[in-house]
């Protein structure tokens, strides 16, 4: 498995006119494509599932600070919800502040749980949520520490298969695979 | 006296008759024999050719060398696909093929950057799309021949040269204006420019400046940055073809 590879700006960063809205509609749609790809590796390169966007600023990815130039919050909306529109976000809640970034659809992270449940022979076990996402045995897969909320989408996605049962014991979450 | 006069001229006229047809004959023969020397050299330089055929194919700097050679007694091997030094050296072919490569190089990314690419820039994107293999021997020097060729099929290409020999290849269709390009080769060093150093640089009117910059944002070309800092009501347009010639990166 690929972990953590080294992350790398593309050239655009210190670009310094990246960071403020282009009003050419042609130029426009480049930047925000160019910044959507950008927040999509950089979560993935950082392993980051959820952004928020009163704090999105921030961060050194909206803000170059050797440049001093960043991104304005109605900006970053803007791309946000461009991400959406591809269906790379899903917002957590009705007033668009925090937001699943999806560098793996659901779906994917459905079918990546699943694969390691049966390559290591955990169908028909029960194991919890909990050992699902920071245990031993996942330390090496893209799901390891993943937003518990996000996994849980994924294995209610695989209980309508009918591929795993989400079982509630005594405050914990359990996981039985088929 | 009258009649001796006469004649003095007529003998004078004679004599310039006579130097005269001395002096063509003269100038004929040096004519002949300097086409003879240069169809000589013409022989020699095919002879040469075909005796280094691999070399000019395969290495650049040779290749170079032996069009100036051409070019010296006006011999244009790429001048048609046909005829002997295209028959001889396939090169008519491999400018064409390069010649298609770049146009399709250039019509690819000019929504990316408005038509303006690095010459570094389109030589990696070219070796990247030939291969290793096929591109090994391959200069810079090949590619700027090649778009000299395009220009005969019209003004869709041009080269625009820059300080430190740094070049800029431009293939949106109808030139950059006049205006255009002398805002491009104003703002080089920074690969940006404010309205008001543009007009100081060019002694423009601010009406005018305004305008070119607006249209330049309007064509691609520029991008607006309005967090310059000290006082924000000067806006930086920036070039991303100066500043990826620049930084040298793709």
Redesign the interface.
Known sequence: MASKERFEMP?QY???????L???L??RK??LEAWSALILKYFRSHRLHIIDVNEAQSSPLFHNVSL???LSTETIQLILEELRRTGHLEWMDKQKRRGWILWRSVDDWAKLLYRWAIDNGMSNTVCTLYDLLHGHDTADEEFHNMDQDLMQRALKALELQKKAEVISMDGNIGVKFF | MRKAGIGAIDKKRLMEARLKDHGEEIAAEQLKQLSTSLETFRVKLQEFAMKHKNEIRKDPEFRRQFQEMCASIGVDPLASSKGFWSDMLGIGDFYYELGVQIVEICMANNHKNGGIMPLEELFHRLVKSKGSTASQGLATDDVLRAIEKLKILGNGFSIIQLDRGRILIQSVPGELSLDQNQVIKAAQQNASITLLELKVKLGWQEDRSRKILNDMVAGGLAWIDTQTGASNSDILYWFPSLFNANINTL
């Open positions: 050239w210190n670009f310094p006119p990246f960071f403020t282009q009003p050419n042609d130029t480049l930047q001093n130039r960043k």
